[in-house]
């Protein structure tokens, strides 16, 4: 089982970057896909959620109108879009595959905003 999380970087505020993350090893359908953050000296935190088919979706507060999730079935690839980017977004960004009494996380990408 992978996922494997790719195009942090480093981005001056108002920038743009899109996440992906690429499974394999388990039914990707199968599963609703989340995006969570973690910034240093602060707890992890939930950013987006995408449901299996990518109907239904929610985002925090705080990317609200920023951020966008979807998702790839044929791929078995989801995205985040961070657009309008700020140097509060800077964190690690993990996407996180849960079905049914089981769940898995991905290792990660930084991402920083910083002029």
């Known amino acids: 089982v992978q996922l494997v999380e790719s195009g942090g970087g480093l981005v001056q505020p108002g920038g743009s970057l899109r996440l992906s993350c690429a499974a394999s090893g388990f039914t990707f359908s199968d599963c609703a896909m989340s995006w969570y953050r973690q910034a240093p000296d602060k707890e992890r935190e939930l950013v987006a959620f995408i449901d299996r088919a990518g109907g239904i979706t929610h985002y925090a507060d705080s990317v609200k109108g920023r951020f966008t999730i979807s998702r790839d079935n044929a791929k078995n690839t989801v995205y985040l879009q961070m657009n309008s980017l700020k140097p509060e977004d800077t964190a690690v960004y993990y996407c996180?595959?849960?079905?049914?009494?089981?769940?898995?996380w991905g290792q990660g990408t930084q991402v920083t905003v910083s002029s």
């Open positions: 996180k595959a849960v079905r049914t009494g089981w769940n898995y």
